[in-house]
């Protein structure tokens, strides 16, 4: 496999004759370069008028290898042999270089280039390419990959330093202007008394000229002092200025810096919408370890989906709904945390996810979601520019305090599910650390359903903060200021943009369409008729699965009861058909309560789960109940809306102790106690 690396660009803020003159004091060795042992010239050409100077040197360099490596090479250094075209009219020099040593079994080529800057004639930029080939190596072709990776990142860091060593060393004796080739041709003419003519002049830059006016319109400022050059005659090339990166980006190494150059490139030569920005490829670069092309598939499909859903224009076409801003309490704090990073706070445990998604639905929540991840990004920029580093992910603080078991409803878990590999798939990177405060002992079950569908690099950024004080050492005082913590986690902090109280979203604002005319949901209505029970089979293959359900009464009461039977049953021809007959079978003998009967009232919502102690058909049962024993009550019926699911005991990773036949309700239904047998 061809390894390959692209430099951005560097930038001396100095004139390219000068940065020339420093250039060619490392030549025929450099002090600054142990591993540069010397050069000799095989060939050199120069124009009469001085304009070109092309050099061949060949170049020996020392290669930091293992011993039993080089001995088994029979070599104590390689062969480079280097070529520098330079053109002091138009102010280039091109070097190409290619490995003389292994030339059979490796194939190194090198390509480089010092350039005027675009946007100031007084400044060099300096561009470098490689591609790395190793056909066979005596069976150490991985060895020898890394050792050249290493050594090339260790010349690249170095070349800067040697090139500014040199331009101090000529500034000191005095050297700090040094004439263009045009300037000089003008000034020998007149020193022989040559009129200068005008016309010559500009008709040997005029190709120089003519092409700064062809690529005018395509330079493309990236900050303060960063620039790219887009050239038309070639494919159109993004490029990257190293200060620039130092300044926006942060710290990278020089494989890295090469990774994003190399997907700049191929996003500005592919994609024909509007060009990201580098923090949010440098994102998707991290999130898939700087693998290019994996990187550039995960860019790619991200961009189609912003481009369907609008997303580029979120932040000014949405509007939370006022049922989300009345019971979702989650907001960016004003504040900042230890590092700079922007906060955003939510109240898990105070929010009815129930209720919210029977409101707005889950594609309701995902796009308040996306527009919290949006503001998130555009507070990334603005603390950038505030504290005048690179800020890039932020801060969230995670309060679980009055989590239960109604926030264990399955349908919430696959929608939060489906947001997570929606947030995962296009905003990788953005979060730099989740705070969890308040965690109740239901917390590991949670954990467990969500974790597996989080990527590992985010996993790792998840604390627990355990304790109850969390302004001491060792609480959220560790990660923000104390101003910053909020009153209702014991700080002084009133204004930390969470603006209700969450609680219970009112039944009378669900939408219960969203169970009847979508056929995708996991809900499912049904009517319970006196004297039939509606029922509903389960069959369990493994012990230790978890049954788990949750329903709401939607019109009249019903008995909610759990049985496992003691002989196989057959599947009804329609689902709710009567299962257990009690003109056939009889309980306690043909089969076992094993959740007790929970007498269920309009409106109420509830939730449970059930460990299987055994395999066998398990039958959920909803049978009609009239507490009143109103006379004026026709109808005898009721409605309900359900979901149930079966889950294999290992998803549960040892947390069945909190999940043992447990119910919640987030409405006044009464309950006999509870029972596994």
């Not at 989906?305 to 004003?334: E, N």
């Not at 002992?441 to 597996?452: A, D, E, G, I, K």
């Amino acid at each position: 496999m061809v390894q390959k690396y692209q430099s951005p660009v560097r930038v001396y803020k100095y004139p390219f004759e000068l940065v020339m003159s420093a250039y060619e004091r490392r030549f025929p060795t450099c002090k600054m370069i142990p591993v540069f042992l010397g050069s000799d010239i095989i060939s050199e050409y120069k124009s009469e008028d001085g304009a070109i100077h092309v050099v061949e040197r060949r170049c020996r360099l020392n290669v930091d290898a293992p011993y039993i490596l080089k001995k088994i090479a029979g070599v104590d250094c390689v062969i480079f042999v280097q070529k520098n075209a330079l053109d002091r009219r138009n102010r280039t020099l091109l070097i190409e270089a290619r490995n003389e040593t292994f030339s059979s079994r490796v194939i190194v080529n090198e390509f480089c280039q010092y350039t005027v800057h675009p946007e100031n004639s007084g400044w060099t930029c300096f561009e470098q390419s490689a591609s790395l080939d190793i056909k066979h190596f005596f069976g150490f072709e991985s060895t020898v990959e890394k050792i050249a990776m290493k050594q090339y990142s260790t010349n690249i860091k170095k070349g800067k330093e040697v090139i500014e060593y040199y331009i101090n060393e000529l500034i000191s004796e005095g050297v700090k202007n040094i004439p263009t080739w045009l300037e000089q041709q003008e000034v020998m003419k007149l020193a022989l008394g040559i009129p200068v003519d005008e016309a010559d002049i500009a008709g040997s830059s005029k190709e120089t000229i003519e092409e700064e006016d062809q690529y005018e319109d395509a330079i493309m400022t990236l900050g303060a002092s960063a620039a790219a050059l887009r050239r038309s005659s070639i494919q159109e090339e993004e490029k990257l200025e190293d200060e620039y990166i130092h300044r926006c980006l942060g710290e990278l190494t020089p494989f890295q810096e090469s990774q994003l150059v190399q997907l700049k490139k191929w996003i500005a030569d592919t994609h024909k919408g509007k060009m990201p920005q580098d923090e949010h490829m440098l994102r998707f670069l991290r999130a898939r370890d700087f693998n290019v092309e994996k990187a550039r598939e995960m860019l790619c499909h991200s961009l189609a989906w912003r481009k369907k859903y609008g997303i580029d224009r979120l932040l000014i076409t949405y509007t939370p709904a006022t049922l989300i801003q009345q019971y979702f309490p989650g907001g960016w704090h004003s504040a900042f945390d230890h590092e700079g990073r922007p906060m955003f706070l939510l109240r898990l445990g105070a929010t009815d996810v129930k209720g919210v998604l029977k409101c707005v639905g889950t594609d309701g929540l995902l796009h308040h979601i996306l527009w919290i991840l949006e503001e998130g990004l555009r507070r990334c920029e603005e603390a950038t520019q505030r504290f005048g580093r690179p800020i890039s992910n932020c801060t969230c603080i995670l309060d679980l305090d009055g989590l239960s078991m109604r926030h264990l409803w399955r349908p919430g878990i696959r929608a939060l599910l489906d947001i997570i590999q929606t947030v995962e798939a296009n905003y990788p990177e953005t979060m730099g650390r989740l705070l969890i405060v308040r965690a109740p002992r239901v917390f590991p079950v949670l954990w467990t359903l969500v974790s597996p569908f989080i990527d590992e690099n985010t996993r790792r950024k998840f604390t627990i903060l355990a304790q109850s004080d969390l302004l001491t050492s060792g609480g959220l005082v560790d990660y923000i200021g104390r101003e910053s913590v909020p009153r209702w986690l014991g700080g002084p902090c009133t204004d930390c943009g969470i603006y209700c109280e969450g609680g219970l979203v009112p039944k009378e604002a669900f939408q219960f369409e969203f169970a009847a005319e979508n056929p995708d949901t996991v809900y499912k209505i049904a009517v319970v008729k006196e004297p039939s029970p509606y029922e509903l089979m389960v069959v369990v293959d493994e012990r230790s699965s978890v049954i788990t359900w949750d329903f709401d009464i939607l019109k009249g009461e019903v008995l909610f009861s759990v049985y496992r039977c003691r002989n196989p049953l057959s599947r009804p021809a329609v689902e709710g058909e009567t299962l257990l007959d009690s003109r056939t079978m009889q309980e306690g003998i043909d089969y076992v309560m094993v959740v007790q009967s929970i007498a269920c009232k309009d409106g109420d919502s509830i939730q449970g789960s059930h460990v299987c102690s055994q395999p066998g058909c398990y039958v959920l049962q909803w049978r009609f109940f009239d507490s009143t024993h109103s006379l004026l009550d026709f109808s005898h019926k009721a409605r309900i809306m359900y979901f149930c699911e079966l889950i294999r005991g290992e998803n549960f990773r040892g947390s069945m102790t909190s999940l043992q036949s447990s119910i919640s309700s987030t409405a006044g239904s009464s309950s006999a106690p509870n029972s596994a047998r």
